[in-house]
């Protein structure tokens, strides 16, 4: 079973930053790609960032771009989100996700799901 496991969110004020992390438990697919994607209150979840494993290649949703990187370990299976110059617009519950091939930022061709972490940025 695959498990996607977020930690480092947290409360931070304007122009902060934060890091969060994404512990892939088991890869599954051979080419795989993996992505960052949020949801506020009473928002439908946005893409954030995605990476495709294997190249590194990586995208960006404009209102990130700039201010955030995605990285990721080989070693540990794990993903990063570098979160810098936090704005109160950031705050939201931040998921990672995992599909097979190269990356999306469509939330429905990802296949797993991580719990979701909560980011809060105060003005």
């Known amino acids: 079973q695959v498990q996607l496991v977020e930690s480092g969110g947290g409360l931070v004020q304007a122009g902060a930053s934060l890091r969060l992390s994404c512990a892939l438990s088991r890869r599954t697919f051979s080419s795989y790609a993996m992505g960052w994607f949020r949801q506020a209150p009473g928002k439908e979840r946005e893409f954030v960032a995605a990476i495709t494993w294997s190249s590194g290649s990586t995208i960006y949703a404009d209102s990130v771009k700039g201010r955030f990187t995605i990285s990721r370990d080989n070693a540990k299976n794990t993903v990063y989100l570098q979160m810098n110059s936090l704005k109160p617009e950031d705050t939201a519950v931040y998921y990672c996700?995992?599909?097979?091939?190269?990356?999306?930022?469509?939330?429905?061709?990802?296949?797993?799901w991580g719990q979701g972490t909560q980011v809060t940025v105060s003005s």
């Open positions: 996700a995992y599909k097979g091939g190269y990356y999306s930022n469509y939330a429905s061709r990802y296949d797993y």
